[in-house]
């Protein structure tokens, strides 16, 4: 019946913005929202599970899915809170996925003790999809950790991958001296903005903020000051549209979803108040899709 209802929909004239998130901790898996405006985000499929995870800890949290220069829609995420690989899969039409597998992109760490939030970016520049995640290695950046969540001291990691088969060895992508999580990228006037979440609890540091490169790979320049307000958020999403870039959060202690706005990327306005989105969303990602994406979902 799920499968009959999501098919059922006609596909609009116009760009469509769709959101991928999570609820309660995962285990039921992904889910769906619609928006026209990128303001108000409508569940589809009454915001019943699209796909159940199948693999690792059988969670599908952080659920990032980006469509790629193939045409297939290409979906990551975090499979268990200690995993230390990440799950895939592919649709091409965001109703039927492949066959879910593991991509094994820590295991050759033995002291690495998490994979989360991984996220998908396409560079044309090489041709090449870069996947990226935050992971704390035991033993290293010893300095930044925080003995009150666990010693975690995460760094954000990066693999790349043309097919998403074969993949190059895991790399340090981003190091800015402090505890970051949650990083999300995309290519603007050139260069590329990194999204990242500032993980310091001590001092209280659970802000987004921005940092640049010239390369998708880095290294990235931070300016640290933060994005967002005087709350704890993670899981930064982007939206560009009307010429303003939209930065999406999740709100985790008020249990709810927050946004700031920018024109320039420079000055930044909280649009909390603004939007809606469905009702126990975690952590998402955002994508913008022409009218010619297949998607029949409605």
Avoid at 65 to 83: E, F, K
Wanted: hydrophobic content about 35%.
């Amino acid at each position: 019946m799920l499968i009959a209802s999501l098919l059922c929909g006609n596909i609009g004239a116009s760009d469509r913005y769709i959101f991928a998130y999570f609820i309660n901790n995962g285990e039921d898996g992904l889910h769906l929202a619609e928006s026209n405006d990128g303001y108000i985000w409508q569940p589809l499929a009454n915001d019943s599970a699209i796909v159940a995870p199948q693999v690792g800890g059988k969670l599908m949290r952080d659920p990032n899915i980006i469509l790629g220069s193939d045409g297939l829609y290409h979906m990551v995420w975090t499979v268990g809170w200690d995993a230390t690989s990440i799950g895939y899969a592919y649709s091409n039409d965001l109703v039927h996925w492949s066959q879910q597998r593991l991509i094994p992109v820590m295991e050759h760490e033995p002291k690495c003790r998490n994979c989360w939030a991984p996220e998908v970016t396409y560079d044309p520049k090489s041709g090449e999809y870069i996947i990226y995640w935050a992971s704390t290695i035991e033993g290293k950046f010893t300095e930044t950790e925080e003995p009150k969540e666990k010693n975690y001291s995460h760094r954000m990691y990066y693999v790349t991958t043309k097919d998403f088969k074969t993949f190059s060895k895991a790399q340090l992508l981003y190091e800015p001296g402090f505890s970051v999580i949650d990083s999300t990228i995309i290519p603007h006037d050139g260069k590329y903005i990194m999204f990242v979440k500032n993980e310091t609890l001590t001092p209280e540091c659970k802000y987004i903020f921005i940092a640049t490169a010239d390369n998708i790979c880095g290294p990235y320049i931070s300016a640290v000051t933060p994005i967002t307000g005087n709350y704890w958020c993670e899981g930064p999403t982007t939206l560009e549209i009307d010429g303003k870039t939209i930065v999406y959060f999740d709100k985790y202690i008020e249990h709810k979803y927050g946004a700031v706005e920018s024109t320039d990327l420079q000055t930044w306005t909280d649009v909390s108040d603004k939007v809606q989105f469905p009702k126990d969303a975690r952590h998402g990602s955002v994508i913008k899709l022409p009218a010619s994406a297949p998607f029949p979902i409605k």
